[in-house]
């Protein structure tokens, strides 16, 4: 098994090799700036990842490219996917950083996404996600059944009301365990929610 993987991992390194070697010798990002656009507002976490890649990413591509990052919040995130899909060139020199969601919402028909997600280009990720739920002291719940008890729902922010990380979780909540929940859409980003 090891040399089954062995093999084909020099097979692929193989294949890739010489793209690899003409785009470090052709000098294509030399004097060049890639613009990271996000698509939520400044202060969020997507925006902090983008900030933390551009500072860095530079240093590890011929040609030492700028990278700037450009926020372009709204309508969770579309704004940004159909900038990409519609006007942004496929020259290597823009990346977009938005909610995943926006490609699953693509399949369910969500309203105002002009993208194919199967056309766009994937690079990589800048964290995995693992959605957790937490209240602040504020809201007076400080365990599941004082929340299930609760008369007053609680409320929770999103960007949109397909937003399936931010107002998808809590309706779930609300559906699958019965617990009172608002979700109040509209927000640009985490920033603006908190």
Request: proline share 5%; net charge positive.
């Amino acid at each position: 098994m090891l040399i089954r993987l062995r093999f084909v991992t020099v097979v692929i390194a193989l294949l890739i090799l010489p793209d690899f070697l003409v785009a470090q010798e052709s000098g294509f990002f030399q004097g060049k700036t890639v613009r990271i656009i996000v698509g939520l507002s400044a202060g969020g976490g997507f925006d902090v990842f983008s900030r933390a890649i551009a500072r860095h990413m530079g240093r590890y591509i011929a040609g030492n490219p700028t990278f700037i990052v450009d926020n372009m919040p709204g309508a969770g995130g579309r704004l940004a996917a159909n900038h990409l899909y519609k006007v942004a060139r496929p020259d290597g020199l823009t990346i977009g950083n938005f909610v995943g969601g926006l490609l699953v919402g693509q399949v369910l028909g969500y309203q105002g996404i002009e993208f194919e997600g199967v056309k766009f280009e994937y690079i990589g990720v800048s964290m995995k996600d693992s959605p957790v739920c937490a209240l602040t002291k504020a809201s007076g719940i400080t365990n599941y059944e004082q929340w299930r008890a609760s008369k007053v729902p609680v409320k929770f922010g999103a960007t949109g009301a397909d937003d399936l990380l931010l107002y998808g979780i809590p309706k779930i909540l609300h559906v699958a365990l019965g617990l009172p929940v608002q979700v109040v859409p509209g927000y640009k980003g985490t920033s603006d929610i908190v």
